[in-house]
Nanobody, 122 residues
Framework: QEQLVESGGGLVQAGGSLRLSCTAPGQPFSTYSMGWHRQTPGKEREFVGSISWTGGSTYYSDAVKGRFTVARDIGNDTMTVYLQMNSLKPDDTAVYYC?????????????WGQGTLVIVSS
């Protein structure tokens, strides 16, 4: 069930940066771990990065570690999760999905968004 809304995708040259945003209502997502997966045609969805529900821990795949950063901002009624992507590579081209999970900081399958496309040109 989709209750998250992603934005910020687009076309960027290799070496460039993009920031994705994911907006969720403040409750119950303040107690959910949130983060990002990505998927390319013909491949399974893969974990990219996440932040724990406390905000105290972040997790990244080896493919993006050191280049991508997950952060969040909790407002009065809305939580926004960001994926800052630097030093982008053509292999980062994918549809990026925001997810939320009450149990797992990796699976993020309780709720998800419709996805936003990122294309990195060489």
């Amino acid at each position: 069930q989709e209750q998250l809304v992603e934005s910020g995708g687009g076309l960027v040259q290799a070496g460039g940066s993009l920031r994705l945003s994911c907006t969720a209502p403040g409750q119950p997502f303040s107690t959910y771990s949130m983060g990002w997966h990505r998927q390319t045609p013909g491949k399974e969805r893969e974990f990219v990065g996440s932040i724990s529900w406390t905000g105290g821990s972040t997790y990244y795949s080896d493919a993006v570690k050191g280049r991508f950063t997950v952060a969040r901002d909790i407002g009065n009624d809305t939580m926004t999760v960001y994926l800052q992507m630097n030093s982008l590579k053509p292999d980062d081209t994918a549809v990026y999905y925001c997810g939320a999970d009450s149990q797992s900081v990796i699976q993020l399958t309780d709720y998800w968004g419709q996805g936003t496309l990122v294309i990195v040109s060489s």
